[in-house]
């Protein structure tokens, strides 16, 4: 007759469910000059994780370490070099060990929320930008149908272990013509219909014991 296995600790309240969260959207200190769209954190994206039980983890700002918060506005091709993408694999290396972690221990990552629009972080769309190196200036700026190199190195990283990369879903955080109500609203609409998908939690999941 099999054992049955028992634990030290008794089950707590944790919904076991974590979404990835690009930098900038707990704290906007961290996004270039002109694009901050709030204060501090992005509070009605947390409120909308909240609401549906989700730990939160902050994934690191390569930008940030590469250039600093003194930066210029930059775009993907001129962050597609060596050095750059190095930095970002290191970056990702760390944020797939936490992924395997959850994934070992039988937690649920449901989503990476990122920026779209950014040269780093961007999912579907990222900035990009003909002019290349030479005087700073103001010059036009295009969105492109291409990740930013942060999130093609995660997403390369996660494949490389053999991970099941989690749904990306991308804020249009640096798209001007998007209205952050409308941005919220699309937002609330994709987590909701995520947690139907997985069938597995009630909507306040974070009061379950």
Not at 27 to 40: D, H, L, T
Not at 94 to 113: R, S
């Amino acid at each position: 007759m099999a054992e049955t296995k028992k634990t030290l600790h008794k089950q707590d309240k944790r919904s076991k469910r974590i979404v990835f969260v690009s930098n900038c959207l707990l704290n906007a200190n961290n996004k270039v000059f002109e694009f901050a769209r709030y204060s501090g954190m992005f509070s009605d994206v947390v409120k909308i994780l909240d609401k549906y039980g989700f730990g939160v983890m902050q994934m690191p700002c390569p930008e940030v370490l590469h250039m600093g918060n003194q930066r210029w506005w930059t775009s993907r091709n001129l962050y597609d070099n060596a050095g750059y993408r190095r930095l970002c694999r290191q970056l990702a290396a760390q944020t797939a060990d936490y992924i395997a972690n959850y994934y070992k221990v039988g937690y649920e990552v449901t989503a990476i929320l990122t920026c779209d629009g950014s040269p780093s972080c961007g999912i579907t769309k990222s900035s990009f930008c003909e002019d290349r190196g030479g005087r700073p200036k103001e010059v036009p700026r295009v969105l492109v149908d291409k990740p930013g190199i942060f999130m093609e190195e995660l997403l390369g990283e996660l494949a490389d272990r053999g991970l099941e990369a989690p749904p990306v879903y991308g804020l249009m955080m640096d798209d001007r013509e998007k209205s952050t109500k409308d941005i919220l609203q699309e937002f609330d609409d994709y987590i909701s219909h995520r947690i139907d998908a997985f069938g597995k939690t009630q909507t306040n999941a974070k009061n379950k014991i």
